[in-house]
């Protein structure tokens, strides 16, 4: 039994049964516990959820998106990810470029009313083909704003005029200063970060290195326990990974601390669901050896073997 996933579930049925029912900005409604943990000892395997499918390709393609310093969907979708497509499908429905039918929330709605759902699926379809396909309307639109991959590779540095490279800064400082207690990744800029289609919501990262081992703490201020959680526990132990082979350091743990965990009203189905299955063994993470830079992964340097799960189960995602 996998001690990684006993600590998720054990903290779904938390969330469920103590959870204060709030309200939410998405006014979909939640049950929220605030102020999580929970620990991931990567040498136990790897943390990826076994009692339901996640789409681990989703999770690399986002991470080397983020890695690229890139905050605009276009890569995503050319790796047919769509994670991300509301937002920015929201501001495009919301200005004065729009001239389709009225998209008031559409999250909300196309899970209520089929006929709409139509129409927004299509408006979406139109969407996504524009950002690929239209240079002019996906530097327009296509833009998440100053999050996650802009604020890691290209903090602006208002001294010089220039950027931080946050990334590059820490992987010199892991292998030349391991030891250092300021091995900070930062993604909230109050300047911008608030104005953003999504505020950033893992916003603090904190390396660690003791006796060959590298961890990384996350703090993630807000967490959708069943749809988003998941992937970011995948995605951190994966960039973990990632920065332990490109320093020569073993893999330690993932500490994910979670400000507003959160389930919400329309996932509690499914969640209970997924508390009655059974648990798998954790599948392994294998990265090319050969790759010898962070930012020289490509999805094929990365893969996942001996995942054993049980069905994906699918849910709205709260816009
Ligand atoms: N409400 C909400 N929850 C989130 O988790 C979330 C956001 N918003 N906004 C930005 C990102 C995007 N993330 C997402 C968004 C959707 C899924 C999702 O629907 N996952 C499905 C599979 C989707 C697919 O196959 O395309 C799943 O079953 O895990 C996961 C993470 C995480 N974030
Ligand atoms: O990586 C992510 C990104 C987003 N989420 C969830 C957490 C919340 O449910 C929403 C964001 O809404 P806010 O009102 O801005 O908190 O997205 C996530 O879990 N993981």
């Given at each position: 039994m996998s001690q990684n996933e006993a600590q998720y579930l054990n903290l779904a049925k938390k969330i469920l049964t103590e959870g204060h029912e709030k309200m939410d900005r998405t006014k979909t409604g939640t049950r929220s516990l605030f102020g999580a943990q929970m620990r991931f000892d990567l040498n136990e395997g790897f943390p990826l959820l076994t009692t339901k499918k996640v789409?681990?390709?989703?999770?690399?393609?986002?991470?080397?998106?983020?890695?690229?310093?890139?905050?605009?969907?276009?890569?995503?979708?050319?790796h047919h990810n769509h994670i991300w497509d509301e937002w920015p499908f929201k501001k495009w429905v919301?200005?004065?470029?729009?001239?389709?039918?009225?998209?008031?929330?559409?999250?909300?709605?196309?899970?209520?009313?089929?006929?709409?759902?139509?129409?927004?699926?299509?408006?979406?379809?139109?969407f996504t083909d524009r950002i690929l396909n239209d240079d002019?309307?996906?530097?327009?639109?296509?833009?998440?704003?100053?999050?996650?991959?802009?604020?890691?590779?290209s903090w602006p540095d208002n001294q010089d005029d220039g950027v931080v490279d946050q990334i590059s800064r820490l992987?010199?400082?892991?292998?030349?200063?391991?030891?250092?207690?300021?091995?900070?990744?930062?993604?909230?800029?109050?300047?911008?970060?608030?104005?953003a289609a999504l505020p950033s919501?893992?916003?603090?990262?904190?390396?660690?290195?003791?006796d060959g081992k590298l961890s990384l703490q996350m703090y993630q201020r807000s967490g959708d326990f069943f749809l988003g959680v998941p992937f970011n526990i995948a995605s951190y132990s994966l960039l973990l990974s990632m920065v332990a082979a490109q320093t020569g350091l073993q893999v330690g743990e993932f500490i994910h601390t979670i400000g507003d965990a959160?389930?919400?009203?329309?996932?509690?189905?499914?969640?209970?669901?997924?508390?009655?299955?059974?648990?798998h063994e954790l599948p392994t993470l294998k990265l090319n050896p050969q790759v010898k830079s962070i930012f020289d992964y490509h999805m094929a340097d990365i893969k996942i073997e001996n995942y054993i799960h049980e069905d994906p189960i699918k849910a709205p995602v709260a816009v």
């Open positions: 789409f681990f390709g989703l999770i690399k393609s986002e991470l080397l998106w983020f890695l690229r310093g890139d905050n605009n969907i276009r890569f995503l979708l050319q919301q200005s004065s470029d729009y001239t389709g039918p009225d998209m008031t929330d559409f999250g909300l709605r196309a899970q209520n009313d089929p006929i709409f759902a139509a129409q927004y699926n299509e408006q979406k379809q139109i002019a309307f996906n530097q327009k639109f296509g833009n998440i704003g100053d999050v996650y991959g802009k604020l890691w590779r992987m010199s400082e892991i292998k030349n200063n391991p030891n250092s207690r300021r091995l900070i990744l930062t993604a909230w800029n109050p300047e911008t970060t608030p104005f919501c893992h916003v603090l990262s904190q390396f660690y290195v003791a959160h389930i919400y009203s329309n996932h509690i189905e499914q969640i209970s669901e997924q508390l009655t299955r059974p648990m």
